[in-house]
């Protein structure tokens, strides 16, 4: 979550040379940044337990997925229109390092959620 939050704030101060490839990456980070947070107040207030009809592991998986193809399209869209200029090279870098970070919360979650209910019926 902080790496997609600095990889915003270096591309949205920086002087940008491609108008709708660092737009479009903003709106990614801004997305993903919301749908976690939303994952994260659902998970501390406990609503799950009271939407039962609402599978939260899968809808979380799901999020992960889209979030993280679309973060990675950005980043590779940003890095490719980076021209050498310091603070887009920076947001596409941390772009990508937080769709890494993505694909390792999304595994986890998966093998927490998953694996341990299947192994315990």
Known sequence: QIS???GFI???NSSWTDYSAYS????VTMCDLVMILFFYI?????????LTCVSWPLAEFLHYLIGTILLLIGSIV?????????GLVAGATFGFL???LCVISMWSSYKVSCITQSTSK
């Not at 479009?24 to 709106?27: A, E």
């Not at 998970?43 to 009271?50: D, E, G, P």
């Open 4 to 6: 997609l939050l600095i």
């Open 10 to 12: 270096s591309v949205n």
């Open 24 to 27: 479009f990456f903003q709106i």
């Open 42 to 50: 659902m998970h501390i207030f406990r609503v799950y337990r009271k």
């Open 78 to 86: 940003a890095a490719s229109k980076s021209y050498n200029i310091t």
């Open 98 to 100: 937080a769709t890494i």
